[in-house]
């Protein structure tokens, strides 16, 4: 079995877009996160499954800097999160995205408003109408015009979960945090999320996802980390874990995989099929450029 810390050689030779040492999170008495050490190489898709419980959220948000770990390091891109300054912070926090599990949409907006908001904050140099061209067109993209006007308590929970993925990406984030984005949604708006998430992967974005989805992870997934109460089971290739002969992470998959229903196929089988054979970084190009 292989230690918590990436052990394959390629990936330590790239820079990291993530390092966490020994990370511990309690919620009072509870430990959420034991002692977690983990690195994912930049340009590198990853999900993160595991049992309910297991502390893929709280590794998420550690991941991304909105909670911070009661011992333990992480560094983002290079930079360590509980030393750098403010200003460090703030500038990494522009090239990143996260999707929370629940959503997190403003109530108190519209949904236009929700998509605008990113873009006052941190796209002042373009002109109000500019901003409001941006999100018609993201917006016609993922057939969410009719929502504009609505608050997120008008639209259904996959309703909801799709502005946040939208909001999550409007400002084209270099690295993407998306948590179990397409559980409870239905299956055109799952379908809609997945390509868009290709395509940003094809054009550079790094995703860190928590997913059951076997057909995302098989589409996207070059690396895949297995959690069990609080620790790393194992963080390798795709194609490695479910080569493992550990057993337990193969009672995981089994269980979390089959528990997204995906129950007509072989899930590994699906798993082998679809993956990518080799975990190298994706090039950039232009595509997706929303932008006036
Ligand atoms: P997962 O995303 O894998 O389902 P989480 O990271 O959300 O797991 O939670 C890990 C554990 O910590 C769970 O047992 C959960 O009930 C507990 N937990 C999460 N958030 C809190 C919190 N704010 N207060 C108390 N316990 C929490
Ligand atoms: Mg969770």
């Known amino acids: 079995m292989e230690s918590q810390a990436t052990t394959h050689q390629s990936a330590r030779e ?3 877009l993530l390092r966490l040492l020994d990370v511990t999170v309690r919620y009072a008495e509870y ?6 050490s983990l690195e994912l ?7 993160i499954m595991g049992p309910s419980g ?4 709280t590794l998420l948000r550690c991941a991304a800097g909105l909670l911070q770990p009661h011992a333990g390091s992480v560094e983002l891109l290079g930079v360590d999160l509980a030393r750098a300054p403010d200003r460090e912070v703030t500038r990494l926090r522009r090239q990143m995205g996260f999707v929370f599990q629940h ?7 519209t949904v236009r408003e929700n998509l605008l908001l990113p873009l006052e904050i941190h796209r002042d140099e373009l002109t109000p109408a500019q901003r409001r061209r941006t999100v018609e067109r993201i917006a016609e993209r993922f057939d969410l015009t009719h929502l504009l006007h609505l608050r997120p308590a008008q639209l259904s929970g996959g309703g909801q979960k799709l502005v946040a993925y939208v909001r999550a990406t409007v400002l084209q984030p270099r690295v993407l945090f998306v948590d179990e984005p397409t559980t409870f949604i239905d299956t055109q708006a799952a379908e809609v999320l997945r390509s ?8 550079g974005c790094t995703v860190v996802a928590v997913t059951h989805d076997a057909e995302l992870t098989a589409l996207m997934a070059n690396r895949l980390v297995v959690l069990e109460r609080g620790r790393v089971l194992i963080n390798d290739r795709t194609e490695r874990v479910v080569r493992t002969g550990e057993p337990r992470v193969h009672e995981i998959l089994r269980d979390v995989l089959s528990e997204a229903a995906l129950y007509d196929q072989d899930i590994l089988t699906l798993l082998d099929a679809g993956l ?17």
Do not use: F
């Not at 868009?196 to 054009?203: F, G, M, Q, T």
């Open 14 to 16: 790239r820079p990291a």
């Open 31 to 36: 430990c959420a996160l034991d002692s977690v």
């Open 41 to 47: 190489p930049l340009g590198v898709t990853t999900a």
């Open 54 to 57: 297991c502390g893929k959220t």
């Open 103 to 109: 959503g997190a949409l403003w109530q108190n907006m």
């Open 196 to 203: 868009d998430l290709r395509r940003r992967i094809a054009s």
């Open 276 to 292: 990518a054979t080799d975990d190298e970084p994706v090039g950039h190009d232009d595509a997706g450029h929303d932008y006036d």
